[in-house]
């Protein structure tokens, strides 16, 4: 009988001290798992997308978007038919501007666009939809570039192509939106200051094509924009007024400055 108390008052004695040390370190593992344990991965249906649509801030350290680069499956099965272009700029024929900076000049990957007043006469200038297509990119993707529109076409062909229109001051279409041959889609701007006024204008037949910097060695899947509006602008009798030409001069062009996009 004794044997027995000495046992039940040992471990009596042994679970007093030992208890309140147990949930001590219990307590203390359970706040750390807290704090530190990995976030649980959410499934699609929990994610909230944030849509591609409007402008975009100019900030430091803003993840680079892959809309930049590259066209989405489902937009490149719903970009509407372009049957014919016209100029981005002035009249549809290109009347009342000048290429300041034709492509490929000095490396030059696009043209850039004028107004026949030069200088920053141009400066909220309308910028057209060149044809039918739709907007796959509508924002900041650096300073280098500042506002940027990318519309993609479908080409009777079937092939398919993108127009860029960079450095706006304004940009009045949404990501996802179909456009028409002629519609408002921004004004001539600056880049926030970087340039004098004009518009930095891409015609790209690789629809992955890497946004660069404006400027390489090598065309980069794009094409003469002037070249390639003005076969395509329809019959031959409308072609009226055609651009006048120019100097970088008395132009917004970027003038060899290349500042990457990052």
């Known amino acids: 009988m004794s044997s027995n108390l000495d046992y039940q008052r040992h471990f009596s004695e042994l679970f007093r001290v030992v208890l309140p040390i147990f949930v001590v370190v219990a307590t203390i593992a359970i706040v750390l798992w807290a704090v530190f344990r990995p976030p649980p991965e959410k499934t699609d249906a929990q994610i909230q997308w944030e849509p591609r649509v409007g402008l975009l801030l100019a900030e430091t350290g803003v993840p680079y978007d892959p809309a ?3 066209a989405r499956p489902i937009e490149m099965a719903t970009a509407p038919m372009a049957a014919r272009f016209d100029f981005p700029m002035g009249g549809e024929h290109g009347s009342l501007t000048y290429n300041a900076q034709p492509f490929l000049t ?3 990957l696009g043209d850039d666009l004028n107004g026949i007043g030069g200088q920053d006469s141009d400066k909220g200038d309308a910028v057209y939809a060149a044809g039918d297509g739709k907007v796959i990119y509508a924002g900041w993707p650096s300073d280098g570039w500042g506002n940027v529109v990318i519309l993609l076409h479908q080409m009777p062909s079937g092939a398919l192509i993108e127009t860029l229109y960079a450095h706006l001051d304004r940009v009045l279409v949404p990501t996802g939106a179909n456009v028409v041959r002629g519609q408002k889609i921004g004004t001539v701007g600056k880049a ?5 006024a004009h518009l930095h204008f891409e015609i790209r037949e690789n629809t992955s094509v890497s946004a660069g ?3 390489a060695d090598s065309a980069l899947g794009r ?3 002037e070249l390639f509006l003005s ?3 329809g019959a031959e009798k409308d072609r009226l007024n055609p651009a006048v030409e120019g100097s970088e001069a008395e132009s917004g062009s970027d003038a060899g400055i290349r500042i990457d996009a990052k």
């Open 231 to 233: 076969k395509r602008r």
């Open 192 to 196: 926030d200051g970087r340039y004098l």
């Open 68 to 70: 930049f680069s590259l």
């Open 223 to 225: 094409v003469a924009g």
């Open 213 to 215: 910097g404006g400027y």
């Open 106 to 108: 000095s490396r030059h």
